[in-house]
């Protein structure tokens, strides 16, 4: 049972361009949801995280959007570069769990020059 | 401060034949974790620990085994390897919540390969 659908699969933009990564959950006791950046051959860092009452956070070029109502959220990157081509993961938390993150299948992006 | 790492890289081991994976975090993080990544389906948790001494199945934890002896270390025992165990396993450490400070640093990550 996938509990955090991720699409889509890949992604390709042109520099300068907006990048747009959606995340949608099922769950309503998720309470945290963090994005990671994977680049080859690495493991995944944080990118960018969220609580639920929170709609909006903004951190540089990085933006998560919050909607729970909808129960979706996601990545916004502006002026995307080249180096920001990796693979993105969505997550999501529930609350009083020991942080076992359960993550989305993953956003492969690619940013041409 | 090296953070996360992990031995070995790349293993290549045969159906029925059995490995440990090594884990170590220098930053005294209590809770750890073991995920495995398959393509296309993001990352499964397989054990988690929330201290020395104390450990948790996850998502998908049939095949292994893991240990928490101490705080740094965290290892990975495959018994009996078959090659649906194929992936490229990732060892995380958090530390204890913080001002909701939930993040997970990961390690380099080792390829396995069950042939």
């Known amino acids: 049972q996938q509990q955090v659908k991720q699409s889509p699969q890949s992604l390709i933009v042109q520099k300068g361009g907006i990048s747009i990564i959606n995340c949608a959950y099922e769950?309503?006791?998720?309470?945290?949801f963090p994005w990671y950046q994977q680049f080859p051959g690495k493991g995944p860092a944080l990118l960018i995280a969220?609580?639920?009452?929170?709609s909006e956070k903004k951190e540089g070029r990085f933006t998560i959007s919050f909607n729970k109502s909808a129960k979706q959220f996601s990545l916004h990157i502006m002026d995307s570069q080249p180096g920001d081509s990796a693979t993105y993961f969505c997550?999501?938390?529930?609350?009083?769990?020991?942080?076992?993150?359960?993550f989305g299948s993953g956003t492969q992006l690619t940013v041409l020059p | 401060n090296a953070g996360v790492t992990q031995t070995p890289k790349f293993r290549i081991l045969k159906i029925g034949q059995s490995m440990t994976l090594q884990c170590t975090q220098d930053?005294?993080?209590?809770?750890m974790y073991w995920y495995r990544q398959d393509p296309g389906m993001g990352l499964k948790l397989i054990y988690y620990?929330?201290?020395?001494?104390?450990?948790d199945k996850g998502e998908v934890p049939n095949g292994y085994n893991v240990s928490r002896s101490t705080t740094e270390d965290f290892p990975l025992r495959l018994e009996l390897a078959a090659p649906s165990q194929t992936s490229v396993y990732f060892c995380a450490s958090s530390r204890l919540p913080s001002s909701g400070a939930y993040e997970q640093y990961f390690g380099p990550g080792t390829r396995l390969t069950v042939t």
């Open positions: 997550a999501a938390k529930k609350a009083g769990s020991a942080r076992q993150l359960t």
């Open positions: 769950n309503t006791a998720f309470d945290y």
């Open positions: 930053m005294n993080h209590n809770y």
């Open positions: 620990s929330v201290g020395a001494g104390i450990t």
């Open positions: 969220i609580r639920p009452d929170v």
